[in-house]
């Protein structure tokens, strides 16, 4: 089975269990700071915004939007953090993670090697 194949799911299930860790100290900020944890909405949210905020990073490493950062620094911080958002959004919804994104992954490679073999690409 190649890597395609196999999604990665190895790898994306220790990711997903660090981030189910840290989402875990972030529940227990909340509790005591708002006498309760974030609803998933509010998790969704936070991952629009830090998703979007990747768009204005990508305009600045091409030099199109100017940001006063180190926009490399940053721009790798927040894709790991929208992966991060990701996978606390799926736990909480009840998604395997790493089982969908390896069904998915495996579902559109074939599709496009399908593809590929009609066209002669």
């Known amino acids: 089975m190649n890597d395609v194949q196999s ?17 875990a100290l972030y529940e227990r900020l909340e509790q005591r700071l ?4 974030w609803t998933v909405p509010e998790l969704a949210v936070g991952f ?7 768009g204005r990073l990508v305009l600045a490493a091409e030099r199109t939007w100017d940001i006063d950062c180190d926009v490399d620094a940053e721009l790798r911080h927040k894709l790991a953090e929208c992966l ?4 606390v959004l799926a736990d909480k ?3 395997d993670m790493p ?6 992954m495996a ?3 074939a599709g496009l090697e399908r593809t590929i073999t009609q066209t002669g690409a």
């Open 84 to 87: 991060w958002w990701v996978f």
């Open 107 to 109: 579902k559109i490679a």
């Open 99 to 104: 089982e969908a994104y390896g069904t998915t």
């Open 34 to 37: 708002l006498e309760r944890t």
């Open 93 to 95: 919804l009840g998604v």
């Open 48 to 54: 629009t915004n830090d998703a979007a905020y990747v």
């Open 7 to 23: 999604g990665g799911k190895a790898g994306l299930a220790e990711a997903n269990a660090t981030a189910l860790e840290v989402r």
